[in-house]
């Protein structure tokens, strides 16, 4: 059992549509762990971006090859940006196997940016209602699956904390993470709504945490860094690469993220190892900040 600390628990992962992507990699390490996945993917966003997308089939067979006895797969197309998706997602993925223990908002709206000049109203709802509404939904649904109110429950005014039985059980705990990205940490020229979509999640991680915590769901928010997903290839970047190329060459490690530096740490963050950590902004991103 130690060595499959998430045996018996059930993932909802956003964002799996390709192998070189973190969404992938975080569910392959918590399959290896244990766990049953569902995942969501939206291989038309990737289809896209210079990247391009990937083999869905061979995305699905190589996550099913790793399950461990016991544990079930599962996976649905959902276009996020639909205000209905997340509901349907969040019980799509509970009936996997009855219930839903975890819950992996990596999913995000990359591409039909712009500085503050080229800004829209369409081109922030685009990236509002990918990145951050449909984080909070699914976060809501989830969260209300795993400890539904009790009748008559309404909305909160401000400052006002929940009703509690008394201590948590703190080994029995769902456990929620998102993904937010380094527009905290310097300027992010050219990425305007998506920085503003990623922001807001790392700027009420606070207060959504103390709000769940109360019902016995531990949240938490990662930075990845600079994780290289084939947006920092040469060949299939949508940027120019050569000051930040530059920059990785001088740090310690020398190297951009893989998938699986930030994957090693949500793993760790939604098992029993991970459970006093909460409402945190963590960054995994092996120093570069500290270059920047």
């Known amino acids: 059992m130690e060595s499959h600390p998430l045996s018996g628990k059930t ?13 992938f990699a975080i569910a392959r390490r918590l399959i290896d762990a244990g766990a049953s996945v569902f995942v969501q993917h939206h291989a038309a966003h990737d289809g896209e971006q210079p990247w391009g997308a990937d083999d869905l089939d061979a995305v699905r067979a190589e996550l099913r090859g790793g399950l461990r006895p016991g544990a079930r797969f599962g996976d649905a197309h959902a276009e996020l940006a639909d205000p209905a998706a997340p509901a349907a997602l969040v019980s799509a993925a509970a ?37 951050t509404r449909s984080t909070l939904l ?7 699956r795993y400890a539904p109110l009790g009748d008559g429950a309404g909305p909160a005014r401000p400052g006002e904390r929940a009703e509690t039985g008394g201590p948590l059980d703190e080994h029995r705990t769902g456990r929620v993470v998102w993904l937010t990205s380094g527009q905290q940490d310097g300027p992010m020229r050219g990425e305007v709504a998506y920085a503003t979509g990623k922001a807001a999640l790392a700027g009420i991680t606070a207060t959504v945490a103390a709000e769940l915590l109360e019902r016995g769901v531990i949240l938490n928010t990662v930075n990845p860094g600079p994780v290289n997903t084939g947006y920092l290839d040469p060949e299939t970047t949508d940027r120019d690469l050569t000051e930040v190329t530059e920059l990785i060459a001088r740090t310690p490690f020398g190297r951009f993220g893989a998938p699986d530096d930030p994957a090693r740490l949500i793993a760790w963050l939604v098992s029993d190892d991970g ?8 960054k995994s991103d092996g120093g570069f900040d500290l270059w920047r």
Request: proline content about 2%; some cysteine; hydrophobic content about 40%.
């Open 95 to 131: 009936e996997l196997t009855g219930g839903l223990d975890i819950l992996v908002c990596n999913h995000a709206n990359s591409g039909g940016d712009g500085s503050i000049f080229d800004m829209t109203p369409e081109r922030l709802d685009a990236h509002w209602q990918v990145n």
């Open 138 to 144: 699914l976060t809501r649904h989830f969260a209300e």
């Open 275 to 282: 459970r006093w950590i909460v409402g945190q902004v963590l």
């Open 11 to 23: 993932a909802l992962i956003t964002g799996v549509s390709r192998r070189a992507g973190i969404g």
